[in-house]
């Protein structure tokens, strides 16, 4: 189940007044750890993966003639 789906899934829970707190703290640690995530991979690919370093060519000046 995505993590929309996860955090809409608690509604109900608190609405209740024995289950309320548990469900805020659930629907907030799902949200949280759904953006921290796709930080996380982001950061995590732009090291792995890196930029490919361009090799500087170099070129002769001499001229024919």
């Known amino acids: 189940m995505p993590c929309p789906e996860s955090a809409l899934a608690f509604?109900?829970?608190?609405?209740?007044v024995f289950w309320s707190s548990l469900a805020f703290v659930l629907t907030g640690g799902v949200l949280v750890g759904t953006v921290?995530?796709?930080?996380?991979l982001l950061?995590?690919?732009s090291v792995v993966l890196g930029r490919e370093k361009t090799?500087?060519?170099e070129t002769s000046h001499i001229t024919a003639g």
């Open 36 to 40: 921290l995530t796709l930080l996380f």
């Open 55 to 57: 090799k500087v060519v």
């Open 11 to 16: 509604i109900p829970l608190t609405l209740s």
């Open 43 to 45: 950061a995590l690919g």
